[in-house]
């Protein structure tokens, strides 16, 4: 659900606006996409982000529209390209020592909300927050929006899927089974 965002450039071009202009990827998938398209991607952590677009160290970002309410960065994103750049992903972990340390009153509890339902539920949450967030921003003057086709999505899985799914694989542990996991269950759910 992360969107491409622009501080002074309306995006007429698509993803392609991107060419000539710094982008915050905050993601291994944003970087592939934005040199892809011919921007440079910089790493800035999200809590800076807004003083890098300000000071025109940025030109703009990758990331979902549910962080703008809390980093006000509806105050220096201005034009907003409504694309699929990747989603939240989230995981919480525990050492099994401490886990096995906790009362079995405390390892139910946390077993108990430990379920794929839990996780489908919360991905509803997620996705109601950042539609919340969008219409937050359409309500406001000086903004304007786009949203990609689907013509243009095949076209960007084609330009840099591999090149995205390749990083992930290197990047983490156990990465290209993972991925190879992930589009079997897509395949299956087709």
């Not at 542990?173 to 299956?188: N, R, Y």
Request: hydrophobic residues 45%; negative net charge.
């Amino acid at each position: 659900n992360s969107a491409l965002h622009l501080t002074d450039t309306e995006i007429t071009a698509g993803l392609s606006s991107v060419s000539g202009k710094t982008i915050i990827a905050p993601s291994p998938s944003a970087v592939e996409i934005t040199k892809g398209e011919g921007g440079t991607p910089i790493s800035v952590n999200v809590t800076e982000a807004y003083e890098a677009l300000q000071r025109g160290a940025a030109d703009g970002m990758i990331i979902p529209f549910s962080a703008f309410p809390a980093f006000r960065l509806d105050e220096v994103l201005n034009h907003h390209y409504i694309a699929p750049l990747g989603g939240m992903l989230g995981a919480v972990f525990m050492a099994k020592d401490a886990y096995e340390a906790l009362s079995d009153e405390a390892k139910a509890a946390l077993d108990a909300h430990s379920t794929c339902e839990d996780t489908h539920e919360f991905g509803i949450f997620m996705d109601e927050w950042n539609n919340g967030a969008i219409e937050m921003v359409k309500a406001q003057e000086g903004h304007t929006f786009s949203e990609m086709s689907a013509e243009e999505i095949d076209g960007v899985i084609e330009a840099v899927g591999d090149d995205i799914l390749a990083s992930f694989a290197e990047a983490f542990p156990g990465g290209k089974p993972l991925i190879d996991e992930m589009i079997m269950q897509l395949d299956a759910a087709k």
